[in-house]
């Protein structure tokens, strides 16, 4: 098991592909003791996400692992705002300068 990994989001975190992602990330969290979450290309993102994100925090507390997200989209911040999760998640909440596919 590898200490820690870092994994980039670029798909939508909606109820159309959450499903797919679901076990992609659950094996990620299985095979490491700490998972980084690069949201930043993350364009669209609907409860089903968050539900996923909620989920792989619960499953790494559970299991003794963390995870974290260390970049957020406006999407993925907009939607955990909206929500009042942010304490939930506990991460800084990091916006990339340049929104994505813009320079």
Known sequence: MS??????IADDLTIYNALAQKQAL?????????LELDLS??????????QLLILLKKEAQRAGKCVSIVAHSQ???????FCNMAA???DPLVIPA???GRV
């Not at 659950?26 to 700490?34: C, N, P, S, V």
């Not at 290309?41 to 996400?49: F, H, L, P, R």
């Open 75 to 81: 999407a993925v911040s907009s939607l955990i705002d």
């Open 26 to 34: 659950l094996d990620a969290l299985g095979a490491t003791g700490k």
């Open 98 to 100: 340049h929104p994505a």
């Open 88 to 90: 939930d998640f506990g």
């Open 41 to 50: 290309q993350v364009g669209e993102i609907d409860t089903a996400g968050l």
């Open 3 to 8: 200490a820690s990994q870092m994994i980039a």
